[in-house]
């Protein structure tokens, strides 16, 4: 009888018929502990094996997610991988996945441990290796007309690439750790998301950095994620650690970015447009990084009320973009456009802001669709789509709650801010404005947004009153950011619900 039949039999045995084929199609770990029915099952196939496909089982039992033939090759060099992979599938003891026009593969959580208990000893390095080399070609691809694929890759592997800089830190093996979160950040326009970038605070702050090879994109990557977490004082002191050890293009990119941005969270929009005017000045840097600088400092101009040097950086932008041949900095390029032209222009800036979110989100620059999606937001609200505005941000509230991106939160809930007010919420709104202002994870307002929300503080508080005032705005300040996130979560959901006639686009 085939593996895979035995198996499912002996947990249907346990949960009954209906319960397993529901999990086999929820994709079921079939789990039995240490000396279970299961792995019975799993012995006798195993004890079947010849020694190098047991050996093969070993190293593939290292991935905790899909993987494809070019990944078995690699981290079982020296071996028909090929030849062996298809006995392991003949066999039941490895999986295929299809994933669209390719086949990937994966191993039962029973099989996986199995396995893993009985590799060789060089298995968790192959692994490592594999995971620094597949993040660097990402970080290579994601930069050229194969982005989207490049990205993909990065988004299927994420379990794999965590599990793998962890294990490397876990046993001392810092190259290959400073390897994986270093290419990892030159893929800015996707999201690593919370536990690689904790994992890449951790690779950027060891003390043995200094002695990898890939120390300063490492130090770079690290001071992104600090940025990404709401903490410009640690990015600042992260990025000009990377700086200072920068030698190539791409690692002086890096830098540069990451105190770039964390210039930009923290109010100080000279500085970042400084960072970002040197990235221009870089040798050698590829057309898609300095798509990043253009749209950056088209942003910071149409902040500062400049329209045509905004137009014109976001012009450059969509240029260098076309020559990368990367959807996404297309998409990041068309981005910038949409906030140049939001001031003057609100209309067009929603249908240049919503192509980029969806050109964005076809290749998987969650980055990028995420910052499109909060400059829409922004538009609906400002030409009064109140409706669409309330839909889009309650889906953007639930993406960047998971992501852990705060300075984006706190964008998006200022906007809220506006809208809750419109909507007859406005002591929510008024704890909105208060706990963004008293947060240090809050980016710093520039440009006509002073003046914007300074009406809309000043409008609350002639509708709240002194007294209600003073009370929300202690309140704000005491509240942790998630239970401030979790009420405007709730208000949005109740606006919502309500569809009254007089909130504006209803």
Not at 304 to 310: Q, S
């Amino acid at each position: 009888m085939p593996l895979a039949l035995e198996l499912a039999a002996t947990q249907a045995a346990a949960l009954g018929v209906r319960a397993v084929l529901e999990g086999l199609g929820a994709g079921l770990e079939l789990e039995d502990g240490a000396h279970g029915p299961l792995r019975t099952v799993v012995t006798r196939s195993y004890d079947l094996l010849a020694p190098p496909d047991r050996a093969l089982l070993g190293r593939l039992a290292m991935f905790t997610g899909t993987f494809d033939l070019g990944a078995a090759e690699q981290v079982a060099p020296g071996t028909p991988a090929a030849a062996g992979l298809a006995r392991l599938v003949r066999a039941s003891l490895v999986l295929p996945v299809v994933d669209g026009a390719a086949t990937r593969y994966r191993l039962l959580g029973v099989v996986r441990a199995f396995a893993a208990e009985r590799a060789d000893a060089g298995a968790p390095e192959a692994h490592r290796r594999w995971a620094a080399d597949h993040a660097q070609r990402c970080a290579r691809a994601a930069i050229g007309p194969d982005c989207g694929a490049a990205l993909g890759g990065l988004e299927r592997t994420r379990a794999d690439l965590a599990a793998a800089v962890a294990g490397a830190l876990a046993a001392g093996r810092l190259e290959p750790a400073a390897r994986t979160v270093g290419a990892l950040g030159l893929c800015v326009h996707w999201v690593p998301g919370p536990v690689l970038s904790d994992l890449a605070l951790q690779v950027g702050e060891h003390p043995g950095l200094g002695s990898t090879g890939a120390g300063a994109l490492a130090l770079g990557a690290a001071a992104l994620a600090a940025d990404e977490r709401g903490e410009p004082g640690r990015a600042r002191r992260l990025g000009s650690r990377a700086l200072r050890a920068a030698r190539t293009p791409a690692e002086r990119y890096l830098a540069r970015a990451a105190l770039g941005i964390a210039a930009m969270y923290a109010g100080d929009r000279d500085e970042a447009a400084r960072h970002w005017r040197d990235v221009l000045t870089i040798a050698g840097l590829p057309e898609a990084y300095r798509v990043d600088a253009h749209a950056v400092l088209a942003l910071a101009h149409a902040t500062a009320g400049a329209a045509a040097p905004a137009e014109e950086h976001a012009a450059a932008a969509r240029r260098a973009a076309e020559r990368s041949g990367a959807a996404s900095r297309e998409a990041f390029a068309l981005y910038a456009s949409g906030e140049a032209l939001l001031p003057a222009d609100p209309e067009a800036a929603v249908e240049v802001l919503r192509e980029a979110a969806r050109i964005a989100e076809g290749v998987g620059a969650a980055q990028v669709s995420a910052v499109s999606s909060v400059a829409l937001l922004s538009a609906l609200t400002r030409t009064g789509r109140g409706a669409e505005a309330l839909d889009l941000a309650r889906t953007l509230l639930e993406v960047q709650r998971r992501g852990g991106h705060w300075p984006q939160l706190w964008t998006t809930l200022r906007i809220l801010a506006e809208l809750f007010a419109a909507g007859g919420c406005p002591e929510v709104a008024a704890l909105i404005l208060g706990a963004a202002e008293a947060a240090g994870s809050a980016p710093g307002l520039g440009g006509a947004d002073v003046e914007r929300y300074r009406a809309l503080q000043a409008g609350l508080r002639a509708e709240l009153g002194p007294e209600r005032t003073h009370r929300i705005a202690v309140l704000a300040r005491l509240l942790p950011r998630a239970e401030v996130l979790d009420r405007a979560r709730d208000t949005a959901e109740a606006l919502g619900a309500r569809r009254s006639p007089s909130f504006p686009g209803r």
